[in-house]
């Protein structure tokens, strides 16, 4: 299965980043091709790579531009059509709807809720 992770904000220490980076490696070696679509680093806020330099050991990482409303345009590489859109969290909601739209119209979308225990 094709799966396309997306996610915004790898760049801070929290639940969903290492849920992703637990997460990828054992779909990637269960057979599945994984993939994530995230944002470049640069905001101020920004103070780690370390999740998604482990991420992009087992995932293709797709960067899209900082206005994600120009998605289709922005994204480097394109990815490859996805069986599922994964959104992370509400605001990857609405990028996963704009991904199917523009990209990949044949791919199911699921919402994942992370909250503390």
Known sequence: MKILFVYPNMYVMGGIQTWLTRTVPRLRAEGHEV???????GQP???TSQFLDAVARDATVHLAGRHWFDLPRSLDPRPEPADVVFACNLPSLLIAVLVQQHLMPEARIVAGVFHPR
């Not at 993939?35 to 680093?41: F, K, M, S, V």
Request: glycine share 0%; net charge positive.
């Open 35 to 41: 993939a994530l679509l995230t944002r470049p680093r």
């Open 45 to 47: 806020w920004d103070s």
